[in-house]
């Protein structure tokens, strides 16, 4: 096909309009948008090499419509969150119950950043002192447990001015345990989805849940015969027990981490 000099001459206009309004309207500079924000939309090339109709908004990258300088004209910044705080006290003394420790969003994330995760998380715990400072004494009663991974947090001090006893291990046959543990969700209690009937766990009896003047923890059956059924709960969920037998007690846990525990 043969063009004349005057189709050549219009064809090369609409080619320097189309590039002039490309440079003026075209691209997502300036236009980067939360959300999903159907407004946020302009015509050059997309992603996927298509010229037309393309957006800048957030929902472009799940929609696969983004313009083709979208990641760079509008960067993903990630959550920007603060230290977590220390964890507070418990929620009651002398007996099982939570504490929580938070951290604070400085930044939300935009241009489908790393979104904020949690920014509270809860723990099961023991008070060994009431409000006035008084020791709150031996209980008879089930050995309560929560997750290694918090019980980490738990400060080591020496309630009877002694020194530092370093702990031990007992480890357990879990013999029968309720429903409940394995429906638990929240974050503080998904540990418990690990408890098993018949699987070994191991227990660590350490500061200051462990008893100074007889170097035990509250339930931990060293004075029970081998064969006793032994009773447990799980702080955090009341309705989370059960019973276990004592098989031994070590100096260091051996379990995987997923079935160690600590006494509180």
């Known amino acids: 096909m043969m063009w004349s000099f005057g189709e050549y001459a219009s064809l090369l206009l609409v080619a320097a309009a189309l590039g002039m309004y490309h440079l003026v309207e075209g691209g997502c500079s300036g236009k980067c948008c939360q959300g999903t924000d159907l407004t946020c939309v302009t015509t050059d090339w997309r992603m996927d090499r298509v010229y037309g109709t393309c957006y800048c ?92 991974k918090f019980g980490r947090g738990r400060p080591k001090h020496d309630v009877y001015g002694t020194s530092l006893d370093p702990g031990f291990c007992m480890k357990y046959k879990m013999e029968s345990l309720t429903p409940h543990c394995t429906l638990e969700n929240q974050p503080h209690t998904q540990w418990m989805q690990y408890l098993r009937e018949g699987y070994t766990v191991c227990v660590a009896c350490q500061p200051p849940a462990m008893q100074n003047h007889s170097s035990s923890c509250q339930g931990d059956g060293q004075e029970s015969d081998s064969d006793a059924l ?3 709960q799980a702080v955090g969920s009341p309705r989370c027990r059960g019973t276990w037998k004592r098989v031994q007690r070590t100096q260091q846990c051996s379990c995987p981490q997923v079935h160690s525990f600590v006494f509180i």
Do not use: M
């Not at 983004?66 to 220390?86: K, N």
């Not at 420790?101 to 715990?125: D, F, M, T």
């Open 230 to 232: 032994l009773h447990w």
């Open 57 to 148: 908004d957030e929902g472009c990258i799940r929609t696969k419509d983004c313009c083709f300088d979208y990641s760079t004209e509008c960067p993903a910044q990630p959550c920007v969150v603060t230290e977590w705080s220390y964890w507070s006290g418990c929620s009651q003394p002398c007996q099982p119950s939570l504490r929580v420790r938070r951290r604070h969003i400085l930044q939300e994330s935009r241009n489908s950043g790393e979104p904020c995760s949690s920014v509270e998380e809860k723990a099961g715990c023991r008070e060994y002192r009431d409000h006035q400072g008084t020791h709150c004494g031996v209980n008879i009663g089930p050995a309560f447990i929560t997750s290694i």
